[in-house]
Nanobody, 124 residues
Framework: QVQLVESGGGLVQAGGSLRLSCEKS????????MGWFRRAPGEEREFVAA????????YYADSVKGRFTISRDNAKKTVYLQMNSLKPEDTAVYYC?????????????????WGQGTQVTVSS
């Protein structure tokens, strides 16, 4: 099996920054893409960002473009989400996900494994 464990969430004021991490453990296999999604209270889960295995390709939701940066360290089996200029509307539970396809997906149905999530709360 595969385990994904997120960390780095918390409470921050609007305009502040947080860095989320997601570490993979368990089963080893070939190249895989990674993504971040979020779910705000009363909302559907939505795509935030995704990154290819070699980090050459990255994708962002329009709502976070220019403020969030996804990166990865394959040696550490970890993906990161640097979140700057946070807004109250960024408040959500953030989930990392693993897609065993080499084609980077932006839909939750593309992803095979999910973490438990980490809460991010941005106060105004």
């Amino acid at each position: 099996q595969v385990q994904l464990v997120e960390s780095g969430g918390g409470l921050v004021q609007a305009g502040g920054s947080l860095r989320l991490s997601c570490e993979k453990s368990g089963r080893t296999f070939g190249p895989y893409a990674m993504g971040w999604f979020r779910r705000a209270p009363g909302e559907e889960r939505e795509f935030v960002a995704a990154i290819s295995w070699n980090a050459v390709n990255t994708y962002y939701a329009d709502s976070v473009k220019g403020r969030f940066t996804i990166s990865r360290d394959n040696a550490k089996k970890t993906v990161y989400l640097q979140m700057n200029s946070l807004k109250p509307e960024d408040t959500a539970v953030y989930y990392c996900a693993l897609d065993r396809s080499v084609v980077v997906g932006t839909s939750s149905v593309d992803y095979d494994y999910w973490g438990q999530g980490t809460q991010v709360t941005v106060s105004s």
